[in-house]
């Protein structure tokens, strides 16, 4: 269960960063709804982050956290904000995920 709840924080991760990217492109009332959406996300994030590190070990679920928002967030970037999809970006992001499986294979 606590795995579940890590990737549902990375997810979190993820969402706080595009709705901190949002914010950024849009102004007024918009700006601040994505805003909101920001601490909302980076709270639940957070919330979950410290749930799973009393029962996991802090430096794998952090870096599993870390992992799964980065690499989430790199892939909407490229569906969202139109960033570059290239080969070398998608290679090393494809790496980047292995390691986040290799990590959780090998933690106990």
């Known amino acids: 269960m606590n795995w579940i709840l890590l ?9 706080f960063a595009i709705c901190l990217g949002k914010a950024n492109h849009t102004q007024g009332i918009i700006s601040k709804l994505w805003f909101g959406g920001f601490l909302i996300c980076l709270f639940l994030s957070m919330t ?10 802090i430096g794998t679920a952090y ?18 904000f139109k960033e570059p999809a290239t080969f070398w970006r998608l290679f090393f992001i494809t790496t980047f995920i292995g390691s986040i499986i290799g990590l959780k294979l090998v933690s106990h």
Request: aromatic share 8%; net charge positive.
């Open 48 to 57: 979950l982050l410290v749930k799973v590190t009393k029962v996991l070990p």
């Open 7 to 15: 990737i549902i924080a990375g997810l979190f991760e993820m969402l």
């Open 63 to 80: 870096a599993v956290w870390t992992g799964i928002g980065a690499a989430g967030t790199v892939l909407l970037g490229i569906f969202v």
